[in-house]
């Protein structure tokens, strides 16, 4: 089931290579699962998922995730996350 989630990333640009953090807010219950799919069909995986279990003074609907990513080449991604319960969401990002 499609939703609205949100994302916050915590580096000005995002850049292939080096590693950034963003946070995701994505409503539903169960695990997380987040892959990102790139240029040429590259793949890359989240290196780190933790769910946030309080203290975030992020006010918006859904968990609190925050992950690590390093995206592999420059050009457009988009991530896909997946709840247990069939909730989904996208953000598609520019990698320099």
Do not use: Y
Not at 6 to 20: M, S
């Amino acid at each position: 089931m499609p939703t609205t989630s949100r994302a916050l990333l915590f580096a000005a640009e995002v850049r292939a290579g080096i590693q950034i953090k963003i946070a995701f807010k994505v409503p539903g219950s169960g695990d997380l699962t987040l892959r990102a799919e790139g240029p040429d069909g590259a793949v890359v995986d989240v290196a780190d998922l933790i769910r946030h279990s309080g203290g975030s003074s992020w006010q918006a609907p859904g968990e609190e995730w925050g992950s690590n990513w390093t995206f592999s080449a420059p050009g457009c991604w988009t991530v896909r996350a997946d709840r247990t319960d069939g909730t989904r969401a996208a953000l598609a990002l520019r990698v320099g």
